[in-house]
């Protein structure tokens, strides 16, 4: 009886070894997934934020040279006026 007994004890304790190992094998696997789905969800998220300020720049670009050039035409227009101004003067 002790010897069968034991011999299910030992079974017992080998399965719930196994099944730890077991279960620690899959909690490492699925760690590494998550970790792997987090590394490309930030890589995405930088490379779209990037994207975004690049867009940003040629618009902030395009802007300023709208406005520079309006303001040039402004400027000529008005050094035009000035010099009528003068010469009718």
Request: proline letters at 0%; zero cysteines; a positive charge.
């Amino acid at each position: 009886m002790d010897k069968k007994k034991e011999q299910g004890l030992e079974k017992m304790n080998k399965e719930l070894s196994d099944a730890r190992h077991t279960a620690k094998d899959a909690f490492e696997k699925l760690r590494e997934e998550g970790l792997g789905s987090q590394k490309k969800l930030l890589s995405d998220a930088e490379a779209q934020a990037s994207a975004m300020l690049q867009k940003a720049r040629e618009e902030l670009r395009t802007e300023t040279e709208r406005a520079t050039r309006a303001l040039r035409a402004d400027a000529e227009k008005f050094s035009e006026e000035i010099v009528r101004k003068l010469v009718k003067a």
